[in-house]
Structure formats: structure tokens, C-alpha cells
């Protein structure tokens, strides 16, 4: 059975950092583009940053600069660096291979003063 297991959210204040991690268990995780996606109050959920199988990036408009994905096929994880949050990034950060696994519990990010 699948399961995505992502942990690293907390409250951080503006202009701070957080590091997210994505683990699978049930799949290799590394053969698969992973996507982080984000769920903010009262609005869908949309995909800020994805990562193929072979190391290709890309990033919604409003997190480049700021927000790197990363993966480290040995322990089949994908990272999310997120730095100068602001109190737009908050949410709660999910990730999935373009949506087709069982989505996870999430990681609740707070960006607040």
C-alpha cells in the first residue's frame, strides 16, 4: 500500500525558512516525478514546485527564487526548501506524483508575525 508521509511545517514568522520532507513507503518514489502542492485557506489546492525522475525543476511564478526542490534518491525523499516565506506561502503542503497516489496528511506552514 501506498503512503506519502510529509513532515518540516511549523510557524515561522516572515522572511523565515522551513524545510519540507516528502517520504513514500509502498513505492520507489525516485522513478516518479514528485510535485509539492499547496492548499491555502479557502482555496484549491495548486502545485507550487515539481521534480522529475531525472532531476528537471520547475516552479509556480510566485515561489521561484524562493522555494527549491530537491530529492535524494537514496532514502526515496523529495525536499522542499522554502525560504522568505511570506504570509501568502501558508498552507498546508502536500506532495504526489502528479496526483495520482493517496494523498497524505500534509504539513501545516504558518507564516505569521
Known amino acids: 500500500q501506498v503512503q506519502l508521509v510529509e513532515s518540516g511545517g511549523g510557524l515561522v514568522q516572515p522572511g523565515g525558512s522551513l524545510r519540507l520532507s516528502c517520504a513514500a513507503s509502498g513505492i520507489y518514489l525516485s522513478n516518479y516525478a514528485v510535485g509539492w502542492y499547496r492548499q491555502a485557506p479557502e482555496k484549491q489546492r495548486e502545485i507550487v514546485a515539481r521534480i522529475t525522475s531525472s532531476g528537471g525543476t520547475s516552479y509556480v511564478d510566485s515561489v521561484k527564487g524562493r522555494f527549491t526542490i530537491s530529492r535524494d534518491n537514496a532514502k526515496t525523499t523529495v525536499y522542499l526548501q522554502m525560504n522568505s516565506l511570506s504570509v501568502e506561502d501558508t498552507g498546508v503542503y502536500y506532495c504526489?506524483?502528479?496526483?495520482?497516489?493517496?494523498w497524505g496528511q500534509g504539513t501545516q506552514v504558518t507564516v505569521s508575525s
Open positions: 504526489n506524483s502528479d496526483q495520482r497516489l493517496p
